[in-house]
Every structure is written in C-alpha cells, then in structure tokens.
C-alpha cells in the first residue's frame, strides 16, 4: 500500500518536471546560396530536460555528434549549440536538413531547405577594359594561372589580355567573344585551389567602330587597288550587319564575293539588333587609273650661275595622277618641301619651281627633284648649277 502511493508521488513529481521540446521558430526555412559560400541552419530547441539535437542531412546521414561531418556533401560541422554549418556548398549540398529536437517528453523537428546557386555572373561593358580578381594565400606563395573559356592557358601579356603581379587578370577590351568562365588555378608545390568566374557582357545597342548611331567618313582610293572599308561592329546581343553600295546591292559578311569593280559613291554599312541601330557612310572617291609620276624632260639641265643680283629659277615637270606631290633636294641632301623657304632658296607653293635670288658661287652643284603620289615616286637629278665662267666674274 505504501509502495503503491510512493510511485504515485514519484510519477507526478515528474510531469511536472518534463516538458517537451520546442524549437524557435526560425524566420525562414528556404535558403539560397552561391558556390563556395557557407550556411549555417540553427535549431535552439527548449525543453525538459534539455533537448537532445540531432540532424538528418539530404543523403540521409544521421547526425548527432558534434565535430567535423564527412559524407559526400561538402564539408559541414555540427556545434555544441545544435547550429548545423555547411562551409563550402556545392551542389551536392541542395536538399532538406531536418533537426530534430528531443528528449523524455517528446520532440520537435524543423526542415530548412537549402538551394545552391552557380556564382552570378560578372556583367561587364563591351570595349572596356575589366580587371578579375584572385587572391590566392599559402605557403610557399602559390603561382597564379589564368584559363580562358577556350580553355587556353592565357598568357601573363598579350594583346589581349595582362596578368598583373598580384595574380589579377585584365582583359584590356572586352568584346562578345571574350564571354564565358574564366578559371584562375592559385598552385605552390603543396598543391592546387581553382576559383571559376563567369563574364557576361551586357546588353548593348550595336557600335560601329566604336561610335554609336550615324557616321560618315571619307575614302580615296585607287583604282586596281584594294580599298578596305572599315566596319568593325559590336553590340549585344550581335549585331546583323550589311553594307549597302552605291547601286542599292546588299551584302552580307562573310561576302566571299571577291572583286567588284569599285566606284566612287556612298557605301553604308549598317548595323541592328533590338536594342538599336548603327550605321556608317562612306563616301568613296576613286582615282581613276593612278599613274606613277613620271618627268617630262629628264635630261639634267645644266645652267651657269650668273651673278647679276637677279634669280635663278629651276623647274620640275613632273607628271602622274593623282597630280604628285614635289620637294626639292639640294645639293647637300637638303630637301625642301612646297612653300618652303631657306634663306635665298624658296620651294614655290603649287607649281613645283625651285626660285634662287642673288645666286653665288657656292650654290653650285646638282639639284634633285622627288616628284611623289599615291601610286610611287620618283627621284630625279634635273639641274645642274655650275660655277661662273672666267669672264663672268
Ligand atoms: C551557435 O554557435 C555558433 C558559434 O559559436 C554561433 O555562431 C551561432 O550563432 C550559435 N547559434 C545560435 C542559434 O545562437
Ligand atoms: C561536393 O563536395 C564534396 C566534398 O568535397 C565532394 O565529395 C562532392 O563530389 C562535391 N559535389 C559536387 C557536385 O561537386
Ligand atoms: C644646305 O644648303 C642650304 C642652301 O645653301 C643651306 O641653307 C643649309 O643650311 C644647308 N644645310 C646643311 C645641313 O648644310
Ligand atoms: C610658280 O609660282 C610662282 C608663285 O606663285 C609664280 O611667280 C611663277 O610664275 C610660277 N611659275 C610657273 C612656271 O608657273
């Protein structure tokens, strides 16, 4: 009898000791994180006696001790205090953590759901330049490599790109082709980390040359000769491009076509996408079967110096098309452009004549006239002064 009331005592001492976990609600059950970035799930759960917190990890692994947990997630630790961390997610670390909170009286759980997003990408400009970071620690120092999204190793400099001493790697001008995950691998002799980034350009209205809207330029060329009309177009996303010749005939690159006879007249090159419109006027001359200067009179003229105070005046007939340009070359390799003067020598201005006032003795000797234009030049020794005769002095 007095057993029997002894154990009631017992029992109700209890109940009211006990009481069944609760975990604190948390604010969110949802969480998303990039690549590489570290998480922690807390479960404070009340309770009497004091809950025990165990997790259940998405690939079912039974957690209860606290320390350091290898599965095929990624690394994560368990703390004293019940918070679960995950310190390096990847993909494999997507998924439902339950913790479960319990003891005597009963238990509680929670489900936190974890999604792992790839890093955002980095947008950048098209035409600037743009600078990826990567720092790399360790001991030895590691040796940073960059790997293009070609996969080529990229060298420390090149035309396109510069690997500055502190590891980061400049693309010094960044078109459509330069998009992609760019990889950089720190390494020392203890081993290799690789941080990948991904470069996106952004959107952007088509540029010609690297202006925008409508421009206009000017193009003499030669006829038989090539003539390259520049049109280098960027934008995103990629521009359709054409050209428009003077006759109304469309092309469109790769035009493979090969020759056509060239005019003179408007070529228009055009280039669209949604976000706009781009285009570039050239207005082309064409010099008509260019000709190599050549002399109407090559045989070198030879003229005494007369020194009666008045001028001596040497000729250059040259000839070509477009009409070439003349200089002078004195006797001591002097040359003497167009409207140059040089002290009693004077390169008149647009026909070519060489003036000498007050000629005098030591002007004596062979002067040759370079006749130049688009299609060649020509060199050729035309007078020559020589010293007064006896009786002229
Ligand atoms: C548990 O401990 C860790 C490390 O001391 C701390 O960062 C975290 O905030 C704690 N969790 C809670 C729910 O207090
Ligand atoms: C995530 O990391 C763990 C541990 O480092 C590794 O075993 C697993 O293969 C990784 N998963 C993915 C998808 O990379
Ligand atoms: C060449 O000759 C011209 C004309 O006599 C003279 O003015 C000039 O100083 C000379 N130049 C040199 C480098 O001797
Ligand atoms: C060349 O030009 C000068 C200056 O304009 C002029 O005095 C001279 O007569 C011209 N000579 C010829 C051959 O046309």
Redesign the pocket.
């Known amino acids: 009898h007095i057993f029997l009331n002894l154990f009631c005592t017992i029992y109700s001492l209890l109940s009211v000791q006990t009481e069944a976990p609760r975990i604190q609600p948390p604010k969110t059950t949802e969480l998303s994180i990039y690549l590489g970035k570290t998480v922690a799930f807390h479960c404070l759960a009340s309770g009497k006696p004091p809950a025990q917190i165990s997790w259940i990890l998405p690939d079912r692994t039974f957690v209860r001790d606290p320390g350091t947990i290898h599965t095929v997630l990624s690394p994560m630790s368990l703390l004293q205090n019940g918070t679960l961390r995950i310190h390096s997610a990847n993909f494999s670390s997507k998924g439902d953590y339950k913790c479960i909170a319990s003891n005597a009286a009963g238990a509680d759980t929670v489900t936190y759901q974890l999604h792992v997003a790839a890093l955002p990408p980095m947008k950048v400009k098209l035409g600037e330049a743009v600078k990826l970071s990567c720092q790399a620690t360790g001991e030895p120092k590691p040796r940073i490599t960059w790997i293009s999204p070609h996969t080529d190793v990229i060298p420390p400099l090149s035309d396109k790109y510069r690997v500055v001493d502190d590891g980061t790697l400049i693309l010094k001008k960044v078109t459509l082709a330069d998009e992609g995950k760019y990889a950089c691998v720190a390494r020392n002799s203890a081993g290799d980390d690789i941080k990948n980034m991904i470069v996106e350009a952004e959107l952007q209205e088509p540029y010609i040359n690297s202006v925008r809207g409508k421009t206009s330029a000017k193009l003499l060329a030669v006829s038989y000769q090539t003539a390259l009309l520049d049109c280098r177009v960027e934008g995103k996303p990629e521009p359709k491009v054409w050209w428009l010749t003077p006759y109304g005939h469309s092309l469109t690159p790769p035009y493979l076509g090969g020759r056509f006879q060239m005019d003179a007249g408007r070529y228009k090159c055009f280039a669209k996408n949604h976000l706009g419109e781009a285009s570039l006027s050239v207005e082309m001359e064409v010099a008509s079967l260019a000709e190599k200067p050549s002399f109407a009179s090559p045989n070198i003229e030879i003229l005494p110096i007369k020194q009666d105070g008045g001028e001596l005046i040497l000729e250059c007939p040259a000839r070509g098309t477009p009409i070439p340009e003349i200089s002078w070359v004195?006797?001591?390799?002097?040359m003497l452009s167009p409207g140059r003067r040089?002290?009693?020598?004077t390169h008149h201005f647009g026909n070519g004549t060489l003036w000498i006032s007050q000629p005098t003795p030591?002007?004596k000797g062979i002067y040759r006239c370079l006749a130049r234009n688009i299609a060649g030049q020509l060199l050729e020794a035309l007078s020559q002064l020589t010293a007064p005769s006896p009786d002229q002095v």
């Open positions: 004195l006797p001591n390799g002097t040089l002290q009693r020598i030591s002007d």
